[in-house]
């Protein structure tokens, strides 16, 4: 448990464990949203062609930056990007997911799955697809699924989405409040994050950001979890890697590290499947 981030609040006659950062020993209760990452292939857009590219590299992007040439080469290249479009997927992303499901099994019909870090939407269409007795993008769906980003999400069928930081209180308590159901909290069979900071290139600060979002993965997991649940999460290779899957050992039963192949091979990224609870000490 991160003691740094972690506070006691008092809320509904219970002793509470918020995740909101504490700064300076106080606790920050609007946190400035940081800067997202959004040259991250996961949430690059698919609907880029040959000729988009032609157009698009080395010239300016509405928001004034240049478009990197060897990425968009790359990203045009990429099986994964070209499947996605045919597939009607919003990322890539849906095949790192798509292939750690088919080898460990992690979602089943009738499901309540949590995916963190959710825009565009690729995970929660992909678990969509899985939840569907026909395996459709819309109709019928067994099971339930929540999805949270802090920025905007298009609407996915069967999908509730909320928007917001992880890691304020006020949006973990939407979350909670979303997984009541005839008064009584729902427990999760999978938690998925593929919640990622906008990298620095700075290599302590960049880890501490990525290790307090897989804490707090953790500690939404060990809360709210089924005992015999599973937690996905994004993490990268690195300073705080380890003290990361120690902390996976020390709270699942099983731990397994993936590296799926459409998870680029030049990429750090890496992913930590950890399966079953283990009872606190
Ligand atoms: C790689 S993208 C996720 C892609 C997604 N899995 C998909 O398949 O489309 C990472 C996402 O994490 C989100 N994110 C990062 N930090 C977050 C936080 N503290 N709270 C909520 N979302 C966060 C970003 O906004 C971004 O949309």
Partial sequence: MRFGAVIFA?????????????????????????????????????????????????????????VNKAWLHEHINDPYVKLAKREGYRARAAYKLKEMDETLGLIKPGDCVVDLGSTPGAWSQYVRRKLSPAGAAAGEL?????????LPMEPIEGVVF??????????????????????????????????????????????ARITDLVELAVEFAQKHMKPEGALVVKLFHGSGYDQLVKL??????????????????????????????????
Avoid: C
């Fill in 10 to 66: 008092l809320g509904r006659g219970k002793l509470y464990l918020s995740h909101a950062p504490i700064i300076g020993g106080v606790r920050k209760t609007t946190i400035a949203r940081m800067k997202v990452n959004t040259k991250s292939d996961a949430s690059a857009p698919v609907k880029v062609g040959a000729k988009a590219a032609t157009s698009l590299a080395g010239k300016a992007n509405p928001k004034g930056k240049k």
């Fill in 248 to 281: 996976f050992r020390a709270t699942f039963k099983v731990v397994k590290p993936m590296k799926p192949k459409a998870s680029r091979s030049n990429s750090s990224e890496t992913f930590l499947v950890g399966r079953g609870l283990k009872r606190p000490d």
């Fill in 162 to 207: 909320i928007q917001g930081d992880f890691r304020e209180l006020e949006v973990l308590q939407k979350l909670e409040q979303a997984l009541v159901t005839d008064a009584r909290a729902v427990a999760v069979d999978l938690v998925i994050s593929d919640m990622a900071p906008n990298l620095s290139g700075i290599e302590s600060a960049d880890a």
């Fill in 142 to 150: 067994k099971g339930r699924i929540i999805g949270l980003d802090m």
